[in-house]
T-cell receptor, first 116, second 112 residues
Framework: GAVVSQHPSRVICKSGTSVKIECRSL??????MFWYRQFPKKSLMLMAT?????????EQGVEKDKFLINHASLTLSTLTVTSAHPEDSSFYIC????????????FGPGTRLTVL | KQEVTQIPAALSVPEGENLVLNCSFT??????LQWFRQDPGKGLTSLLL?????REQTSGRLNASLDKSSGRSTLYIAASQPGDSATYLC???????????FGAGTILRVKS
C-alpha cells in the first residue's frame, strides 16, 4: 500500500501561536489531499479538500482563514492552524488520493495538537 | 446529506468469539464503502473496500458485506483475537474516491 507521512506527530503550543502540519505522500503523486479533524472518541470530520496548485475547498463551518491549507506539490500539503486556541486542540489526520491508483484514500498517522 | 451510523458504539467479547459490526448509511447512491481500523492515537488502516457493484469482500478472518439498496454493511470478524482490539470505522464515498463520510466507529475489545 501507499505510504503517507505526517510531521510532527505531536505538538504542544501556546495559545495565540501558529502551528504548521505537513502531510507527504512518500511513494506516489497525490492529485488530491484531504484534511480531517478527530475529537476524542468521535469520528473523523472532513475539514477541507486540496488539489495541487489550486485553492482548497473547505467544508461548511470550517474557517479558511484559521486553517490555511497549501498544496504546493503533488507530494506535499500543509495545514497551518493560525492563532491557535485551546479549542483547536484535536487530532488532525491527512489523506492522499490519486486517480491513477485505487479508489481509496491513504491516511497519514495523524498529528496530536495540544494548545495550552 | 449522507449520514453514516455504526452500531454498537462499543463491544467487548471473549477471545475466540465471532462478531458482527454494523454500519448503515442514509443515501444509497454511494461509489464504494470501506472499513478501517484505528488504534488509539494512530491513523487509519484500510481493511476492506467494497465497490457499489459488489456484495462482499473477504480478507483473512474479515468479511464485509454490502446491501446498497437498504443502506447497510456488516463487518464479520471470525475467531476474534486480543490483537483485534481497536476502533473500527465505516466510511462511504459518493464520488470517485472523494469525500469519505465516516461513521462514529465501534470500539472493540477482545478479552484474553
Amino acid at each position: 500500500g501507499a505510504v503517507v507521512s505526517q510531521h510532527p506527530s505531536r505538538v504542544i503550543c501556546k495559545s495565540g501561536t501558529s502551528v504548521k502540519i505537513e502531510c507527504r505522500s512518500l511513494d506516489f503523486q497525490a492529485t488530491t489531499m484531504f484534511w480531517y479533524r478527530q475529537f476524542p472518541k468521535k469520528s473523523l470530520m472532513l475539514m477541507a479538500t486540496s488539489n495541487e496548485g489550486s485553492k482548497a475547498t473547505y467544508e461548511q463551518g470550517v474557517e479558511k482563514d484559521k486553517f490555511l491549507i497549501n498544496h504546493a506539490s503533488l507530494t506535499l500539503s500543509t495545514l497551518t492552524v493560525t492563532s491557535a486556541h485551546p479549542e483547536d486542540s484535536s487530532f488532525y489526520i491527512c489523506s492522499a488520493f490519486s486517480e491513477s491508483r485505487t479508489d481509496t484514500q491513504y491516511f497519514g498517522p495523524g498529528t496530536r495538537l495540544t494548545v495550552l | 446529506k449522507q449520514e453514516v451510523t455504526q452500531i454498537p458504539a462499543a463491544l467487548s467479547v471473549p477471545e475466540g468469539e465471532n462478531l458482527v459490526l454494523n454500519c448503515s448509511f442514509t443515501d444509497s447512491a454511494i461509489y464504494n464503502l470501506q472499513w478501517f481500523r484505528q488504534d488509539p492515537g494512530k491513523g487509519l488502516t484500510s481493511l476492506l473496500l467494497i465497490q457499489s457493484s459488489q456484495r462482499e469482500q473477504t480478507s483473512g478472518r474479515l468479511n464485509a458485506s454490502l446491501d446498497k439498496s437498504s443502506g447497510r454493511s456488516t463487518l464479520y470478524i471470525a475467531a476474534s483475537q486480543p490483537g483485534d482490539s481497536a476502533t473500527y470505522l465505516c466510511a462511504v464515498s459518493g464520488e470517485y474516491g472523494n469525500k469519505l463520510v465516516f461513521g462514529a466507529g465501534t470500539i472493540l475489545r477482545v478479552k484474553s
